[in-house]
């Protein structure tokens, strides 16, 4: 075999990142399972003509089973010496149901109403889990080496952890729709909530009371216009939205229990809501105005969205005062603003008995900016706190909201050393660039692009049919931690070329000021820019990416049967490549997930193309 783990019978031990990935696939073995059941009912009964009452109910449960079977030897920053074992389930369950009566009259000939009442109830139960793990620092972890059971862990290297999210929302809720001869519309709702989460507040009897209303006017049935438009529709509204807390924090526990390393710990619960104040719902307004046209009989149509969207007493934490009881309050502040445009422009430049070519641009774009986060009654928010989401950790990255910045910012906590001129300052030895290390933090870009464009169309000619997307994301920042960890150990192919080079050159002067002429030795500038806490600004990428999304073709077989209505057959490719892409990564993979941190790519899978056929029968 040649994937044994890294010199174990040397005594090495490295970084858990430097495992032979051969060992990582064949010792490292992980299995995750999951089994979901999901199951609704719902009885209708017409009461009149006009009303009708509905009750629904339903049921969604998930059962996550998760194993590591880590063998004797494996890196021993990752296992101790006998192995480790990991076997982690985890339950959510969410039980829903509503009573909901629903009317449509035509009050007189000019007035239509259409409206709802009803009431619904959500209970879940989250992340029932229970975790029972091998302290990694404890030894020898297992009693005997790769017997993978809960019975063979040692009880001194027993990890043991438990527990479970619970909440319920109960609700009322009405709609109405008050239609004015087929062009004018009025639509109003207004929902209240009681969470469970919102427990010892002023909240808890009251609940939180949120609605919308919103105008809507066919202006083509209202006037006269040229021949050339055949429908026009302008809509307006606003929306008040509420939003409870996370649960148990209007009043945690004052302590949890748990087993680390066969050691029974009691953990003093360390944060709270903010002394003399309660936890409030979240307050989300919205205002969105939309305009919808069609010229020349359809052929050709615009329509544009523009809204604003403003949340207001953000559930945040903040750190505590050195000499309280916590290490950080709950608080309710800020106010974080999205507004932008979306607008989608279709054509159909020929159609014909025998051709038809429709064509429809997308394009969307969203402004993002932190516009309050600071409150004169809460120590420690003001104008220049940040407020962080993600940890530095011993990385190089981190994020932090703060007041004039945007949601996603990315941060790093080193920067390379510049003169006035832009010039990289070395080190006192001259061999290597110098950075600031534990001078501060430093926005290095948002991964968020500055707007969106997608051209998709459809080409039919009699049975055939050709359709592709090409779209793109235009603006924003990613970083390559990938990328970062490769050149601090040489790997790379950037740091191979440097080697084949001689040295890396550099626009530099030493710290006296004086130019710097040569090249630095490839070993020494990766190292000090690269690795797991590298110089974040040196491995930022433009998120800038324009790809074929989608390319299908099919065709429709002529079929002359009582039982088959139509038969068709085609292949379809999706992600197939792209026109232009700066990053060494896919730009669109780093950005989902937790969305607290996003545009980082961390030895993330490579973005995959897809091609498929496909068969459909109506019958």
């Known amino acids: 075999q040649d994937w044994w783990n890294i010199n174990d019978d040397k005594g090495w031990s490295g970084d858990p990142d430097q495992?032979?990935?051969?060992?990582?696939?064949?010792?490292?073995?992980?299995?995750e399972r999951r089994n979901r059941g999901i199951?609704?009912?719902?009885?209708?009964?017409?009461?009149?003509?006009?009303?009708?009452?509905?009750?629904?109910g339903s049921f969604d449960k998930s059962y996550d089973e998760y194993e590591l079977k880590a063998y004797a030897s494996t890196q021993s920053t990752v296992a101790p010496a006998n192995g480790r074992y990991t076997l982690e389930r985890e339950f959510n369950t969410q039980l829903y149901g509503d009573l909901i009566f629903s009317a449509n009259k035509k009050l007189s000939q000019q007035l239509n109403l259409a409206a709802t009442l009803g009431a619904s109830i959500t209970d879940l139960k989250a992340r029932e889990r229970t975790l029972h793990d091998v302290n990694w620092n404890s030894n020898p972890g297992?009693?005997?080496?790769?017997?993978?059971?809960?019975?063979?862990?040692?009880?001194?290297?027993?990890?043991?952890?438990?527990?479970?999210?619970r909440k319920q929302t109960q609700a009322v809720f009405a709609s109405a729709q008050l239609g004015f001869k087929d062009f004018l519309f009025l639509d109003l709702t207004g929902r209240n909530d009681w969470s469970s989460t919102l427990a010892f507040t002023p909240s808890m009897k009251g609940g939180y009371f949120y609605y919308s209303a919103?105008?809507?006017?066919?202006?083509?049935?209202?006037?006269?216009?040229?021949?050339?438009?055949?429908?026009?529709?302008?809509?307006?509204?606003?929306?008040?939205v509420g939003n409870d807390i996370a649960a148990y924090n209007s009043k945690p526990a004052d302590f949890t229990l748990r087993i680390v390393g066969g050691r029974t710990e009691l953990l003093t619960n360390t944060s709270a809501p903010y002394p003399g104040t309660y936890l409030q719902p979240e307050d989300n307004r919205s205002i969105e105005g939309g305009l919808d046209v069609r010229f020349l009989n359809d052929r050709?149509?615009?329509?544009?969205?523009?809204?604003?969207?403003?949340?207001?007493?953000?559930?945040?934490?903040?750190p505590a005062p050195s000499g309280s009881e916590y290490l950080s309050y709950f608080v309710n502040l800020g106010n974080i603003q999205n507004k932008g445009v979306e607008a989608m422009l279709t054509a159909v430049p020929v159609k014909t008995k025998a051709v038809t070519w429709t064509s429809n641009i997308n394009f969307a774009a969203n402004q993002n900016r932190v516009i309050k986060l600071s409150d004169s009654k809460f120590a420690g928010a003001d104008p220049t706190s940040r407020f962080q989401l993600t940890q530095f950790g011993s990385n190089m990255y981190g994020s932090f909201i703060q007041e004039g910045g945007s949601w996603g910012d990315i941060y790093t906590n080193r920067t390379l050393r510049r003169n006035?001129?832009?010039?990289?300052i070395l080190n006192d030895a001259g061999d290597a660039p110098a950075d600031s290390a534990g001078t501060g933090f430093y926005v290095v870009g948002n991964p968020n692009p500055k707007f969106t464009l997608g051209?998709?169309?459809?080409?039919?000619?009699k049975n055939f049919s050709l359709s592709f997307l090409i779209d793109g994301r235009f603006g924003g920042k990613v970083m390559s931690m990938t990328?970062?960890?490769?050149?601090?150990?040489?790997?790379?192919?950037?740091?191979?070329?440097?080697?084949?080079?001689?040295?890396?050159?550099?626009?530099?002067?030493?710290?006296?000021?004086?130019?710097?002429?040569?090249?630095?030795?490839?070993?020494?500038?990766?190292?000090?820019?690269?690795?797991?806490?590298g110089v974040g600004e040196m491995y930022m990428y433009s998120a800038t990416n324009v790809r074929l999304r989608e390319l299908a073709i099919s065709y429709k077989i002529p079929v002359k049967s009582k039982r088959i209505r139509n038969l068709q057959v085609g292949v379809i490719g999706r992600n197939l490549f792209f026109f232009k892409n700066d990053a060494p990564f896919d730009p669109e993979v780093s950005a989902g997930g937790d969305n607290r941190l996003q545009g980082i790519d961390i030895f993330g899978q490579p973005a995959t193309r897809s091609i498929g056929a496909s068969l459909k029968v109506g019958l």
């Open 300 to 318: 050709l149509s615009l329509d544009l969205t523009f809204y604003k969207n403003n949340n207001f007493r953000q559930y945040m934490e903040i």
């Open 214 to 240: 919103g105008v809507t006017a066919v202006l083509s049935e209202m006037f006269k216009f040229p021949e050339a438009i055949n429908f026009a529709k302008v809509r307006f509204s606003y929306a008040r």
């Open 420 to 424: 006035a001129q832009g010039a990289l």
């Open 39 to 56: 199951a609704s009912l719902s009885l209708k009964y017409q009461l009149l003509d006009w009303l009708n009452v509905q009750a629904r």
């Open 142 to 165: 297992l009693v005997y080496a790769n017997k993978f059971q809960l019975t063979n862990i040692d009880p001194a290297g027993l990890t043991l952890l438990q527990g479970m999210d």
């Open 455 to 461: 051209w998709n169309n459809t080409i039919d000619y």
């Open 483 to 533: 990328q970062a960890v490769l050149d601090g150990y040489g790997v790379s192919e950037a740091s191979a070329q440097a080697r084949d080079n001689g040295g890396v050159s550099v626009n530099a002067v030493y710290q006296d000021g004086k130019p710097f002429t040569g090249k630095l030795d490839a070993k020494k500038y990766y190292q000090s820019i690269g690795g797991r806490a």
């Open 19 to 31: 495992q032979n990935p051969y060992w990582i696939l064949n010792r490292n073995q992980r299995d």
